[in-house]
């Protein structure tokens, strides 16, 4: 792969090293824990103590998330130097060991709720006559572009995944795609996505630019860790000094302004306040650079702990806003913080057994997907690349 290794060369990649995987591995799991926190406040289900801010420093995680996914897959990507197919596969097992049963999983739940209290359901309801054809409508990864903005079911947090796939898609043809074609590719990829998707790209390119930059960057320990305390100081300024609802303004003026110049019509679906994301993007971007250089290293055992905890984060960011539906249409409520552990423990052992049979199998789709891939391979002779183990 000697076109990849010179985009790696080009890129200039820093060694991701031990400390740095564990930490992001740990903003992956906050990160996951602040979603759930946050939704569960907007379903009155946690106790009075958490006020409605919880709900923005939810939306806030998921902008964490998109730059920690635009790092990791820019490095695993350009580091192992492998094929297109190898790509494809590893970002086709990996999405769909979650999004088929997560899906099928919600579908489930809801059928239950809608038994015990069909008023909780009420915003889903028009989906489950159409029952059959959600799933694979979502699959396709078509629920946040030009045919408008909704998801699978009572599965709020899916909005997020459809971005992720388009711009997996779009950094594959970048990176994988050459000669002339790469550029009408990239065009074609850029206007499927619609503009929803499209104003959020930067926040993930931002995860692709410090995987590029982070050895430039990197900083000695204490100025490092003085830029960590900078930023979530900074981020906690933002959040409760007033300046969000500045940005939020801005977002909406600029949606605004957008919407009255479009030739077509405008809704910013699930982006609903860009510019106060791009803040907290930049933030957390300038936490990681702290991460990389803080010289912080984790016990081996915690280090275990914080990886096993994140290789579930998936899962449980997917399927928790329908569990916690679901217990809000079995009576559940705002109670203490015993009754909120409680709640919390079912919802972690839910997520458990989602990823016995998806996440955590993550290897047996990924063999699947593989025969499938060589299946038609033969079928369509060199149209499509190899997959390789």
């Keep these: 792969m000697a076109h990849l290794g010179r985009l790696a060369r080009i890129l200039a990649l ?27 406040v907007v379903l009155g289900l946690a106790p009075a103590a958490l006020s409605l801010t919880w709900h923005r420093s939810a939306d806030d995680a998921v902008i964490a998330f998109f730059v920690i996914s635009g790092f990791v897959i820019a490095h695993s990507t350009l580091s192992r130097h492998g094929s297109a197919g190898h790509y494809a596969l ?33 915003g889903y309801a028009w989906q489950y006559p159409k029952a059959a054809l959600v799933p694979p409508y979502h699959w396709l990864f078509l629920g946040e572009g030009w045919f408008g903005s909704w998801q699978p079911f009572s599965m709020e947090p899916y909005w997020s995944l459809a971005y992720e796939v ?8 970048f990176v994988y795609a050459r000669g002339w074609w790469r550029w009408p ?19 993930w390119c931002l995860g692709v630019f410090l995987c590029r930059h982070l050895g430039a960057l990197r900083l000695g320990p204490w100025p490092a860790r003085a830029l960590m305390l900078v930023c979530a100081l900074a981020y906690a300024v933002f959040l409760l000094s007033g300046a969000r609802q500045a940005t939020d303004g801005a977002s909406r003026a600029l949606y605004a302004a957008i919407a009255a110049g479009a030739p077509w019509p405008f809704e910013p679906g699930s982006t609903e306040h860009v510019l106060s994301d791009y803040v907290t993007g930049l933030l957390f971007a300038g936490f990681v650079v702290g991460c990389a250089g803080a010289g912080w290293n984790f016990p081996d055992r915690a280090g275990r702990l914080i990886r096993w905890l994140a290789d579930r984060t998936f899962s449980f960011y997917l399927i928790h806003f329908s569990l916690l539906v679901l217990a809000r249409a079995a009576g559940v409520s705002a109670s203490g913080w015993a009754g909120y552990a409680a709640l919390l423990a079912g919802v972690l052992l839910a997520t458990w057994a989602l990823g016995q049979i998806g996440e955590q199998r993550r290897e047996a789709y990924r063999a699947v997907f593989r025969r499938v891939a060589d299946t038609l391979r033969r079928g369509l002779g060199a149209l499509l690349p190899r997959a390789r183990p």
């Excluded at 388009?166 to 043809?173: D, M």
């Design 166 to 173: 388009w711009y997996y898609a779009l950094f594959g043809v």
């Design 185 to 203: 590719l990239l065009v074609l990829v850029l206007g499927f996505m619609g503009p929803a998707m499209l104003m959020l790209l930067p926040v």
């Design 90 to 122: 590893a970002r086709v097992s990996r999405i769909y060991s979650v999004a088929i049963p997560a899906v099928l999983l919600a579908l489930l739940l809801d059928r239950i709720g809608l038994g015990l209290n069909p008023e909780g359901y009420a």
């Design 14 to 40: 820093a060694p991701l090293s031990p400390s740095l995987s564990i930490w992001l591995d740990l903003c992956r799991v906050v990160a996951a824990l602040a979603v759930y926190v946050g939704h569960s």
